[in-house]
């Protein structure tokens, strides 16, 4: 046994301080953490201050959000996929490239924030189409239309993220969402419930909130961009210029890898949206199990940028072995935590339920806390393979087979979790429990999907940047 363990702590200890092992990989995942956490920080927030305010508004603001940020997805996976240019031009030690790749994304943004903004006027439309209970569909309505009318900062933030996070200097992205989540935070309490004198918005408060936070965030960013290293070797503000050759390339990749988001986002919309019609409480359990599930997820989307950062730099560099190597590092590190995650979704519902409890009406809150404890037992069963989902499909992405990751989505998205849904709802007459087994057998499908391409191994001769040779070096300060 003693021999076993040292073995153990060996093979451990190699695997913690050598290149693509957890160390190298938790440096730049940490930060990322921290940063995708305040995300969820920011939603369940929200969700708790509204569920405090009324359950038809807690109802409302997850398919109202879900589906505006189903169609800025889209926009967000191509400004965002600035990342892998940025980790691929780092790798090959093109830096003058880093600030012209960053600038396509701020112009794929812009022209995605008008978009959204268009989306606004059309929101009455869409949530009479859905057909939630009246009183949910004003709520809908009024979180929507603000939501959209103000994403632009939002998607612009993403596309500047990309540059650290490619980088893999990813502490001025923490920071910047720290700040951002702070202010959301702050008004929230004012702009919901009417504090120091503001008008009570409710979700209209919630949403303004959510704008603003988006603004700060991308204002947050300008002190670190304004840095020697930045301006001067990675032409963070030089490279403006539009680039016709790199845009196209920018689209190339990033489309499908936006179009993967936007499946996936609105597959799940469309799930939320026939629970919905299930009724208020199965809606708002859902809303609630989805939530504390991001409590989970969201972490695991900052290891996933970390991931395509990593296997970005290293194909850069042509260092196929040591990108595959941090990627099973990665995969070793979310299956524990996952595992983690989902004893405590099983073990403790009643301590993750109880903020969304505290503040509402207890006759009324009865039994979505009964069907919120039925659906973590889903969370915490499929959370194992959301581990698979995650690591791997940002690995294809780090490299550039974002092609086959939309198509992949997109087949099982319909074939596994939009189609059964609608058949086990309106043809089999099914319940909350059986709509919630389809969406659990999809995320498992999904991940042994991503699992076999990136064992295939094809991912390793791909790169999304041109071939060229490394800068010539000179001394920057910070």
């Known amino acids: 046994m003693a021999g076993l363990l040292r073995t153990w702590r060996a093979v451990l200890g190699e695997r913690w301080s050598s290149e693509g092992g957890y160390r190298e990989l938790l440096g730049i995942a940490l930060p990322l953490v921290i940063s995708t956490s305040t995300w969820q920080i920011q939603h369940f927030v929200d969700r708790m201050f509204l569920s405090w305010y009324s359950v038809d508004a807690l109802a409302a603001a997850m398919p109202a959000g879900m589906l505006n940020f189903s169609v800025m997805c889209l926009f967000l996976g191509v400004a965002g996929y600035t990342s892998v240019f940025v980790a691929q031009y780092f790798g090959a030690k093109r830096h003058a490239r880093i600030g012209p790749a960053m600038w396509q994304g701020v112009y794929v943004a812009l022209a995605g924030g008008a978009v959204m903004a268009a989306f606004a006027p059309a929101a009455v439309w869409i949530f009479d189409v859905i057909g939630h209970a009246p009183e949910v569909r004003r709520y809908e309505v009024e979180y929507f239309r603000i939501l959209a009318m103000g994403s632009g900062p939002a998607l612009v933030a993403s596309a500047v993220s990309g540059l650290f996070s490619g980088l893999g200097r990813p502490w001025p992205v923490t920071w910047s969402n720290i700040v951002a989540t702070a202010m959301n935070l702050v008004l929230d309490a004012i702009l919901i419930f009417g504090c120091l004198g503001a008008p009570r918005m409710g979700v209209k408060g919630a949403a303004i909130a959510t704008v603003i936070s988006g603004a700060v965030s991308l204002l947050a960013y300008l002190p670190w961009m304004a840095r020697p290293l930045f301006r001067r070797r990675y032409r963070v503000f030089s490279g403006w210029r539009f680039d016709r050759e790199l845009f196209a ?36 359990a859902s809303n609630i199990a989805l939530n504390i599930n991001g409590l989970a997820f969201m972490p695991m989307i900052g290891l996933g940028i970390a991931v395509s950062t990593l296997v970005g730099q290293y194909l850069g560099a042509n260092r196929e072995a040591m990108a595959e190597r941090s990627v099973y590092s990665a995969f070793h590190l979310s299956t524990f935590y996952m595992c983690l995650a989902g004893v405590l979704f099983v073990a403790l ?15 009324a809150f009865a039994e979505v806390r009964r069907l919120t404890i039925i659906l973590l037992r889903f969370v915490a069963f499929y959370c194992l393979f959301d581990s698979l989902n995650i690591v791997f499909s940002s690995a294809l992405r780090g490299a550039g087979d974002t092609r086959f990751v939309m198509v992949m989505l997109m087949v099982v998205a319909v074939v596994g979790l939009v189609a059964p849904s609608f058949a086990v709802l309106h043809v089999f007459h099914g319940g909350l429990a059986a709509m919630w087994s389809v969406a659990t057998a999809y995320v498992v499908i999904l991940g042994f999907s991503f699992l076999s391409r990136f064992r295939q191994g094809k991912w390793k001769g791909m790169r999304v940047i041109e071939a060229g040779p490394p800068d010539v070096e000179e001394a920057v300060g910070e």
């Open 249 to 284: 390339r920018l689209l190339r990749y990033g489309l499908p890898g936006g179009a993967q988001f936007f499946i996936d986002m609105a597959s799940f919309t469309t799930f939320m949206l026939l629970v919905g019609t299930l009724g208020p409480a199965p809606l708002a």
């Open 349 to 363: 519902p009643g301590i993750l339920i109880w903020p969304y409890e505290a503040g509402s009406d207890p006759a």
